[in-house]
């Protein structure tokens, strides 16, 4: 477990509220559950923060990262790897997950440990991962096709996103798409969450433009939350996510109750074979992978999660 967690740890290490691209990370054959989450942790910094979005939100000193992508392409099997017990049904069948997985990951640092010796405590606890196994999205999701809206529900209360990229072939195991194509399939998952975005923006300007509010208060926060959305809205018709988009700190604070899907930090997971885990780089799916990543301004790992699955 600890070598995934920390594999993980350093994917996300280059992460802040604008996310940047990282190196691409590969994990190790025995590669286990802390390896993929300590770089997650050290990338949205420390402290309470704010859990979810909305009504809902609670403050917590956890983190919630979600597992998207299209249907089969290992999703399940990364959760299973990475959380001790994980019992994640993991079939060859599209939509094999409905309803959310939920783990929680201790993520190991021996930083701790050296703080807790300093400070004599007397109990020490380390910080934690909730990790979310979402049911897989398909093209048309934003109008409700396969699970639809759940799916998209279900990722607007997590903070950060790992999209499971399929990167190897296996003439046993279907792409609903009948063929192994990562940009295919990580365009599907993106504008599908462009589109959602776009949806709730026009409606919450709509709903701003007929605001009638005499509250000088309100108006400059309903200006500030109006500027920030059409900036977003015109990055998204251009196919770009609202994490691209440069705001100013009021606009940032204005449109925060939305949980803008496209504003989360992505991770890519390049999933491949075992035999591919040595040389990542000659797998052209994980090149593909790697160049879209930087274009999105998002992180990617390399790992095997059938091989990190297996136990040794």
């Not at 949980?259 to 990542?280: F, G, R």
Request: net charge neutral.
């Amino acid at each position: 477990m600890a070598t995934m967690s920390r594999a993980l740890g350093s994917a996300f290490a280059g992460f802040t509220r604008t996310p940047t691209m990282t190196p691409p990370t590969t994990f190790p054959p025995q590669c286990t559950s802390s390896a993929l989450l300590l770089h997650w942790h050290r990338s949205r910094g420390s402290g309470a923060r704010r859990f979810a979005c909305g009504r809902n939100a609670r403050i917590s000193m956890s983190l919630r990262a979600g597992i998207v992508g299209l249907p089969n392409v290992g999703k399940s099997t990364l959760f299973n790897a990475i959380v001790e017990n994980g019992k994640a049904q993991a079939a060859n069948f599209p939509f094999c997950t409905i309803n959310p997985n939920v783990g929680v990951v201790a993520i190991p640092d021996a930083r701790l440990h050296v703080l807790s010796k300093l400070s004599k405590s007397q109990q020490t606890i380390p910080t934690s991962i909730e990790l979310v196994d979402i049911a897989g999205l398909v093209k048309g999701a934003s109008k409700g096709e396969g699970l639809g809206n759940q799916f998209l529900s279900n990722i607007r209360e997590v903070d950060s996103i790992l999209q499971v990229v399929r990167c190897f072939e296996d003439d046993d195991i279907v792409h609903v798409n009948g063929k192994v194509d990562p940009k295919s399939d990580i365009d599907v998952i993106n504008l599908e969450l462009i589109f959602c975005d776009l949806e709730q923006i026009e409606k919450r300007l709509d709903k701003l433009k007929k605001s009638k509010t005499k509250d000088q208060q309100v108006k400059v926060k309903e200006q500030a939350e109006k500027s920030g959305l059409e900036k977003i809205q015109t990055a998204l018709m251009d196919g770009k996510p609202a994490r691209s988009v440069e705001l100013a700190d009021h606009e940032k604070e204005a449109i925060q109750h939305l949980c803008l899907l496209t504003m989360k930090p992505v991770i890519y997971v390049a999933n491949v074979t075992e035999s591919d885990l040595a040389e990542p780089d000659g797998n052209p799916h994980v090149k593909e992978v790697a160049k879209l990543a930087t274009d999105l301004q998002s992180g990617m790992v390399t790992i095997s999660a059938q091989v990190c699955n297996t136990p040794i």
